[in-house]
């Protein structure tokens, strides 16, 4: 089992939608989150992290975390085609070097 | 502002030569830094954990006298692919932490092997 699984997407909507995108995590001792968007051929840009559980804003941006699931969430308010990335979820042990990244999920946001 | 540099930004070379990539945080020093590998729709890979003043720690799978790594100083590490190969044409992306919790990535690096 994947210590993180994501789902690929891709994922297409339509602009000022509000976007939803998961994570799921295996191992209950992970305690950091975050959140990273990657633009083509460009290093990825951290959005969000958060640390053990709750929820975190930042501007349209909302990162959520639920242990109890182990599941983790983005969400993007009133998208717009410039949000149009791939979104990395990460996830990190408390004392390990080691992220672990989802395969990230590819999204479009149409004009 | 970035956090993190790479230099260059695209390296295109002959199969049997070596590259080095340089990765700089700019912002603080970084005791410790992280190379990783992306292909193309693929996610990130973990290659190594680079330790300033020490030998840098590679994952499983990874040749240390293949990818080369040298942390000198708190705010530089490098990465010298040697004797490159095609098959190790890539997207190669450094990362500093910043305390516990943030990591901060370059903005990558795009070898091609001819």
């Known amino acids: 089992q994947k210590e993180v699984e994501q789902d690929p997407g891709p994922l297409s909507v339509p602009e000022g939608a509000i976007v939803s995108l998961n994570c799921t995590y295996s191992?209950?001792?992970?305690?950091?989150f975050m959140w990273y968007r990657q633009y083509s051929r460009k290093g990825p840009e951290l959005l969000m992290y958060?640390?053990?559980?709750g929820n975190k804003e930042d501007g349209r941006f909302t990162a959520q975390v639920d242990k109890s699931s182990k599941y983790i969430s983005l969400f993007i308010r009133d998208s717009q085609p410039s949000d149009s990335a791939t979104y990395l979820c990460?996830?990190?042990?408390?004392?390990?070097?080691?992220?672990?990244f989802g395969t990230g999920t590819r999204l479009t946001v149409i004009p | 502002g970035a956090v993190v540099s790479q230099h260059p930004s695209r390296v295109i070379c002959k199969s049997g030569t070596s590259v080095k990539i340089e990765c700089r945080s700019l912002?603080?020093?970084?005791?410790?830094m992280f190379w990783y590998r992306q292909f193309p729709k693929q996610s990130l890979m973990l290659m190594a954990t680079s330790n300033e003043g020490s030998k840098a720690t590679y994952e499983q799978g990874v040749e240390k006298d293949k990818f080369l790594i040298n942390h000198a100083s708190l705010t530089l590490s490098t990465l010298t692919v040697t004797s490159a190969h095609p098959e190790d044409s890539s997207f190669y992306i450094c990362?500093?932490?910043?305390?516990?919790?943030?990591?901060?990535f370059g903005p990558g690096t795009r070898l091609l092997v001819l």
């Open positions: 191992n209950s001792a992970f305690q950091y």
């Open positions: 958060t640390y053990s559980s």
């Open positions: 990460a996830i990190r042990q408390t004392g390990a070097n080691n992220l672990f």
């Open positions: 990362s500093v932490r910043r305390g516990l919790e943030t990591q901060y």
């Open positions: 912002d603080f020093q970084a005791t410790t």
